[in-house]
């Protein structure tokens, strides 16, 4: 399971949007093993006297905090980062300068999926990767 959060200055992410959910999308695949039909993204386009970044970064930063299962190994979760440097570059232009990714990982029972806690769900992917 995987739970995406995506900020930057509105007049730069909102035209992207589309575009960046795909390619975080594809990385979760390719990295993590994803299925193609798993994509839980939110985006929190600012206003940019609301977004305070360091003044080497410009108008494209963007944040993107991923939630999801532990379980991951440190090199799939390298695989992951590198990959979306990478693809936001090549695909948007944006900067590896102008990223910021974090990932955070908890415990399948602090989840609370369909009802059910994570621990409990019958999942059609696998987490240990």
Known sequence: ???????????RLNPIKETLSNII???MVDALEYPLDKKFHRFFPM???DFYFASERTESYTIIEISMFEGRTIQAKKQLVKLLFER??????ISPQDVE?????????NW???GLPGDELALNYKVNI
Do not use: A, W
């Not at 399971?1 to 007049?11: D, E, F, T």
């Not at 990714?101 to 029972?109: A, D, G, L, R, S």
């Open 88 to 93: 936001i570059n090549n695909k948007l232009n």
């Open 47 to 49: 206003d940019k006297e």
């Open 1 to 11: 399971m995987g739970q995406i959060k995506i900020y930057g200055v509105k007049r």
């Open 25 to 27: 999308h594809s990385c």
């Open 101 to 109: 990714i974090t990932i955070f990982e908890t415990p399948k029972h």
């Open 112 to 114: 609370g999926i369909r």
